[in-house]
């Protein structure tokens, strides 16, 4: 599919009306690219035959599980929606999920692993990611506005699937973003990049989650998610109610009955953050 060609460019549009996230209309042009050029021709050009012989040679590949879902998810798409073709996305079959539970680290290994982070400011995204439950497209879209001293909350703007949700401020982390403040200043964006107009990358991140994990002696995979698991597990191990972990974590789907029930910013504030329960150094040394 060329850079400017009229069904690129109508895909692109049906994204944006369902209001896809940049991230994943990314991801789907570059599944629905690749697809095109496997084969060597214009994918409105190929069938559900097609589609089940490209699954085949990316299995074949070893490629993840993640990455084989969101190639279904941009095949269904392409041919539900932009090319109209309704008998065929229900025909593309996910990949079944694995199993594997994920990993987590314990208090002990959370602390060393964030004291381990020598830069300040990655260092304080890392421990609002692991404070608050984010994801790390959350993380870096944070603005010095979402923190809210006075009610004790952050505000997490499009998280996944564009909804907005809020979590709770962590006492310690309130602590440690007030130093990052004074010695930072960053003005719009919590986590600014090296140009200010812009948030660190995620990319970033992940870079620092794997020098840590050496510098700290984990002999564990580290990632931003693997946080937001160990956030969610030291909450449930601590006594918190599993709907108002839902809720946190932004997860809306876990049960029919957890789906319709309201959780209000009193309950959300009122829950301790797992990172009050650990004694963190604020400041990198040096």
């Known amino acids: 599919m060329s850079e400017m060609s009229p069904l690129r460019q109508r895909m692109i549009e049906d994204m944006t009306i369902r209001n896809l996230s940049p991230a994943t209309q990314r991801s789907y042009l570059h599944a629905v690219t690749k697809f095109s050029r496997y084969f060597g021709r214009s994918p409105d ?10 699954q085949v ?9 993640p990455a084989l879902n969101q190639t279904v998810c941009a095949l269904r798409f392409f041919f539900g929606v932009t090319l109209g073709h309704d008998e065929i996305p229900e025909r593309i079959a996910y990949p079944r999920t694995p199993s594997k539970l994920p990993t987590i680290l314990n208090g002990d290994e959370i602390v060393r692993f964030l004291e ?3 830069s300040l400011k990655t260092r304080a995204a890392l421990t609002t990611a692991y404070a608050a439950g984010l994801r790390a497209s959350e993380t870096v879209s944070l603005k010095v506005g979402n923190i809210d001293s006075e009610r004790g909350v952050i505000s997490v703007e499009h998280g996944k699937g564009g909804k907005d949700r809020t979590v709770m401020l962590s006492g310690q982390l309130l602590g440690i973003l007030r130093t990052y403040w004074k010695l930072a200043r960053p003005q719009f964006w919590l986590f600014p990049g090296r140009d200010e107009t812009m948030p660190i ?19 564990k995979r580290v990632t931003v998610h693997t946080l937001r698991h160990s956030f969610a597990t030291h909450l449930l191990e601590s006594g918190t109610d599993i709907r108002i972990i839902q809720v946190l974590l932004g997860h809306n789907n876990l049960s029919t009955t957890a789906r319709y029930t309201k959780v209000s910013n009193r309950l959300i504030r009122s829950t301790t953050s797992p990172l009050d329960r650990l004694t963190l150094e604020v400041v990198p040394p040096g």
């Open 45 to 54: 050009r190929l069938g559900l035959e097609d589609v089940r012989a490209f």
């Open 57 to 65: 040679h990316l299995v074949s590949t070893g490629l993840s599980w």
């Open 116 to 118: 381990a982070i020598p």
């Open 201 to 219: 990358s995620v990319q970033v991140l992940h870079s620092a989650c794997r020098s840590a994990r050496t510098a700290a002696g984990i002999d």
